[in-house]
């Protein structure tokens, strides 16, 4: 007689269980992409038209994680692999691989450079705008994504006053509308580990 056995996928951080699913179509992609076969989750976006972070159970609104991506000209997969984005503070963990990428692509002074606390404010104001995070991120919070990898910043209020594309605000801080194009280049540029294009 035949045993059929009911497959359950299950997310956990550390011990504690985030999000579990019993979807068929989720299980068989994860079990290939464990396999090492090619990247599972954007084809199941594909597929139904639901987005990565639909599979978890704080996800941001559906399409949010994509319309990050596509704001910056990327794939979902890297954009998750690069800064993790959820609804819940952090709201974005950055992977170290990437930001040791980053750093070495861009001069630790002058002109050029990308201070940690502007690249995080940056990546945590497009979060906010594509996946429907009201408000804006304030410097405690990029700080605290900064802290995901270990990093701080000084002077923050410095950094945010010396980036010509973020600006401080009572509530927090956003893009310089006018600069928006540099500080999703800057943005793309991390989650592609490369160096950042500042010439319009």
Partial sequence: MAVTAKLKIILQANEIVVAESEDELLWRRVL?????????????????????????????PKGGVEKFAKALGVTTAALVGACEPTREPPYLVLDAKSWEAF????????????????????????????????????????????????????????????????????????????ETSKAERVAKAFVQKATPSFEE
Avoid: M, Y
């Fill in 32 to 60: 290939t992409a464990i396999q090492g076969g090619s990247p599972p989750l954007d084809d199941r976006a594909a597929a139904d038209g639901n987005d990565v972070e639909d599979v978890v159970n704080n996800a941001p």
């Fill in 103 to 178: 750093k070495k692509n861009t001069p630790p002074r002058g002109l050029n450079s990308v201070a940690g606390l502007q690249l995080a404010g940056t990546l945590l104001c497009v979060w906010f705008k594509h996946g429907g995070i009201t408000g804006r991120p304030t410097q405690a919070q990029a700080l605290a994504v900064l802290g995901s990898i270990g990093v701080t910043d000084k002077n923050p209020s410095r950094s945010i006053k010396n980036c010509t594309w973020l600006q401080s605000r009572p509530d927090g801080i956003q893009i310089n509308p006018a």
